[in-house]
């Protein structure tokens, strides 16, 4: 036994359900796609339509990703600037780096040497950490300012000797990578909103696009200015510049854009505006991407609209325009051969892949809209289904990590979910006063159970056989019971004098146990309709039930953090675990007390026994998961849910230089671009 203890104690994280895309960009590697959820990496494989989530993790939220062209490297930053090198085929975390600043975007250079960061209204390039054992892996190379607001994008030329970085200064500025004496970067200015993407044309850099918010895309060329310095100036559209070292700084642009002229210097060059397009799309736009080789340019919008248009020299051919939700797009990215589109929107929690040539899905799922109430495993451990207060109940395969079949058919919150014996059969209960049960061989709802009075179901169980469901009220304080054959109301049973929150049948027996918030759990005998047989006191409400599965123990849950172990057949008590202090989690943003100070969040609201009785995990709104052996009545180990400091429960001190006489700051009104609404008409 002591073995069998030790083996499951060393759970490990597997996947993460229930959110496919939660912000971010979006990163194809190969057959891969690489998503932010949270602080957390989601990997896809499309070819298998199977999704894994990387055991690595940030601080906070993840802001952006980046993955080196050789596919083995990937870089993804959070919200404060912190950052992770993780070697993607091993799944292992290789350095830390702060960059002390928010990182928009960040980019590998096409020969994989170097990544550049825009980091407010600077834009750094960094060489690539190799393999060797080194005390600072992370070596910065150049540091370029001269814009007078945040940068927004990066991208790099094929030849990765230049980048091109658009701003919130509504400009664009072409840098060089490597020294070059003299040189000037070039500003290509015009546009009346901030600038969203940017991308080389060519591959030695000698023309560029920018696209804008309010949906312009130009197009610059670098041609000769015929000596003539009005018209081409230092890039800007016409704008002038006199002095000697602004003409040999872009004489030395010129020297590695056409060294075959004649000379470093013999014509002089400058940025010159080609073409002026627009998308005439009602809302603003909000990503883009530009795939080079096939000169494919994705642009998504604020009303749930892409469109797909193939750019060519003063030419822009629109391909197609399609429409995903009716929320923004909030990135897209191409493929390696720019086959493939992904897609993301941040508020449905969507991703789709779309291959455009045959007008096809790849890939396509989507998260609950809202917070996830309840949960289950079918009897094979094959599917888990979710319920969520988006009114939808989604059933995932654990082998895929997909979403295969999602029922629509509440018309309020889903409050709880579980599985038949056999497997075939889902049953749901929700606060819109209706327990469905639903076909998962046909994928339909066969089955509707109601009350004779409207009613708020919160709790839901199905004995072993599969025969009867009882549903417990919110409102009425009554346990419902059906015949799942006939869909025929059984009995009613009253006693409770609050929310029946937990229901559990007993695996061996015909007992059925009901927690409710009035400090009692009660047993009822459901099959012989001898009511209520005992009923055993609390000093606190009662949060959770759970039978060991030889339905000799019944384990209790209660708001003080308590766990309680009774003898069902004598009603008597055969020990407590103390679990409050085991459940002390962290501190929420809006508390002015450290976390040992508070009492909120320190209790158990589900519990599950091991296959064998022996082990018991406990659950709440805490940062962890625990796991007591009933023998000891012992801790054994915690499983932590999550590190990220975006979460409220997780931080354990007060950070006073986060709190201000107006509260703290997170959740003060602040002027984030993020808030802004994309959707409105132009």
């Known amino acids: 036994p002591s073995f069998v203890c030790a083996a499951m104690a060393h759970?490990?994280?597997?996947?993460?359900?229930?959110?496919?895309?939660?912000?971010?960009?979006?990163?194809?590697?190969?057959?891969?796609?690489?998503?932010?959820?949270?602080?957390?990496?989601?990997?896809?494989?499309?070819?298998?339509?199977?999704?894994?989530?990387?055991?690595?993790?940030?601080?906070?939220?993840?802001?952006?990703?980046?993955?080196?062209?050789?596919?083995?490297?990937?870089?993804?930053?959070?919200?404060?600037?912190?950052?992770?090198?993780?070697?993607?085929?091993?799944?292992?975390?290789?350095?830390?780096?702060?960059?002390?600043?928010?990182?928009?975007?960040?980019?590998?250079?096409?020969?994989?040497?170097?990544?550049?960061?825009?980091?407010?209204?600077?834009?750094?390039?960094?060489?690539?950490?190799?393999?060797?054992?080194?005390?600072?892996?992370?070596?910065?190379?150049?540091?370029?300012?001269?814009?007078?607001?945040?940068?927004?994008?990066?991208?790099?030329?094929?030849?990765?000797?230049?980048?091109?970085?658009?701003?919130?200064?509504?400009?664009?500025?072409?840098?060089?990578?490597?020294?070059?004496?003299?040189?000037?970067?070039?500003?290509?200015?015009?546009?009346?909103?901030?600038?969203?993407?940017?991308?080389?044309?060519?591959?030695?850099?000698?023309?560029?696009?920018?696209?804008?918010?309010?949906?312009?895309?130009?197009?610059?060329?670098?041609?000769?200015?015929?000596?003539?310095?009005?018209?081409?100036?230092?890039?800007?559209?016409?704008?002038?510049?006199?002095?000697?070292?602004?003409?040999?700084?872009?004489?030395?642009?010129?020297?590695?854009?056409?060294?075959?002229?004649?000379?470093?210097?013999?014509?002089?060059?400058?940025?010159?505006?080609?073409?002026?397009?627009?998308?005439?799309?009602?809302?603003?736009?909000?990503?883009?991407?530009?795939?080079?080789?096939?000169?494919?340019?994705?642009?998504?919008?604020?009303?749930?609209?892409?469109?797909?248009?193939?750019?060519?020299?003063?030419?822009?051919?629109?391909?197609?325009?399609?429409?995903?939700?009716?929320?923004?797009?909030?990135?897209?990215?191409?493929?390696?051969?720019?086959?493939?589109?992904?897609?993301?929107?941040?508020?449905?929690?969507?991703?789709?892949?779309?291959?455009?040539?045959?007008?096809?899905y790849v890939y396509k799922q989507q998260g609950h809209f809202f917070d996830v109430n309840s949960c289950a495993y079918a009897p094979d451990g094959s599917m888990i289904a979710t319920a969520a207060d988006d009114h939808k109940i989604k059933v995932w395969s654990t082998a895929t990590g997909s979403c295969f079949v999602t029922f629509t058919e509440h018309t309020m919150p889903v409050s709880a979910v579980a599985f038949l014996p056999s497997g075939h059969a889902l049953l749901s209960a929700s606060l819109d006063g209706t327990v469905r049960a639903f076909d998962l061989m046909r994928y339909r709802n066969f089955r509707v159970l109601t009350s004779p009075d409207p009613c708020q179901f919160v709790s839901l169980a199905v004995d072993p056989s599969g025969e009867i469901v009882c549903a417990g009220s919110v409102d009425t304080f009554q346990i419902h019971i059906w015949s799942l054959k006939t869909g025929r109301l059984l009995d009613i049973l009253a006693g409770h004098q609050g929310p029946v929150t937990s229901l559990c049948f007993s695996p061996e027996s015909a007992l059925l146990a009901s927690g409710s918030w009035d400090k009692t759990v009660r047993l009822w005998d459901v099959y012989d309709g001898r009511g209520q047989t005992d009923v055993l006191p609390h000093a606190h409400d009662v949060l959770a039930v759970a039978f060991r599965p030889d339905g000799k123990q019944v384990a209790v849950a209660t708001l003080d953090g308590q766990i309680f172990l009774w003898k069902p057949d004598d009603a008597r008590l055969e020990g407590t675990i103390e679990g409050r202090r085991d459940m002390a989690g962290g501190k929420t943003i809006g508390d002015k007390r450290s976390a040992s100070n508070i009492s909120a969040g320190k209790t158990f609201k589900t519990l599950a026994y091991s296959a064998d009785g022996s082990l018991l995990l406990a659950g709440g709104n805490g940062k962890s998961v625990c796991m007591y052996d009933l023998a000891g009545r012992a801790l054994l180990r915690k499983f932590p849910l999550s590190s990220s400091k975006a979460m409220d429960g997780t931080i354990e001190q007060l950070d006073s230089n986060r709190v201000t006489d107006a509260g703290p700051l997170d959740l003060l009104p602040g002027g984030s671009d993020d808030d802004e609404d994309d959707n409105g008409l132009r």
């Open 11 to 360: 759970y490990r994280f597997s996947n993460l359900l229930g959110a496919p895309y939660r912000g971010g960009n979006l990163c194809m590697n190969g057959n891969h796609l690489l998503t932010s959820v949270g602080n957390r990496v989601n990997e896809v494989d499309l070819q298998l339509s199977s999704s894994a989530t990387l055991p690595c993790e940030n601080l906070t939220e993840i802001q952006c990703t980046a993955v080196s062209p050789s596919g083995m490297h990937m870089l993804s930053f959070d919200t404060d600037g912190r950052a992770i090198l993780v070697n993607l085929r091993k799944r292992v975390v290789l350095h830390h780096m702060n960059f002390k600043g928010k990182v928009v975007d960040c980019k590998f250079s096409p020969c994989g040497r170097s990544f550049a960061v825009c980091v407010g209204k600077l834009v750094q390039i960094w060489a690539t950490p190799t393999m060797l054992k080194e005390f600072a892996p992370f070596r910065l190379l150049r540091t370029y300012g001269g814009m007078y607001d945040d940068a927004t994008c990066v991208a790099w030329s094929g030849d990765s000797r230049w980048i091109i970085v658009g701003g919130k200064d509504l400009t664009a500025r072409i840098y060089s990578a490597n020294h070059i004496e003299g040189y000037v970067p070039p500003t290509l200015a015009g546009h009346r909103e901030p600038i969203v993407a940017v991308a080389f044309a060519g591959e030695t850099g000698d023309a560029a696009y920018t696209i804008s918010k309010d949906g312009a895309l130009f197009e610059w060329r670098l041609e000769d200015g015929n000596g003539e310095e009005p018209e081409c100036g230092g890039g800007a559209g016409g704008r002038s510049s006199a002095s000697g070292k602004r003409r040999r700084g872009t004489g030395g642009r010129d020297s590695l854009a056409s060294s075959a002229e004649g000379g470093a210097g013999s014509a002089s060059k400058c940025w010159k505006m080609q073409g002026k397009h627009f998308f005439h799309q009602p809302a603003k736009l909000t990503c883009a991407s530009y795939h080079a080789g096939s000169g494919l340019l994705c642009a998504g919008f604020g009303h749930g609209v892409f469109t797909l248009h193939r750019l060519a020299r003063g030419s822009f051919e629109a391909v197609q325009t399609l429409s995903i939700s009716q929320e923004k797009v909030s990135a897209c990215s191409f493929n390696e051969t720019g086959e493939w589109i992904a897609l993301g929107c941040e508020r449905l929690g969507q991703l789709i892949v779309w291959e455009w040539q045959s007008e096809a």
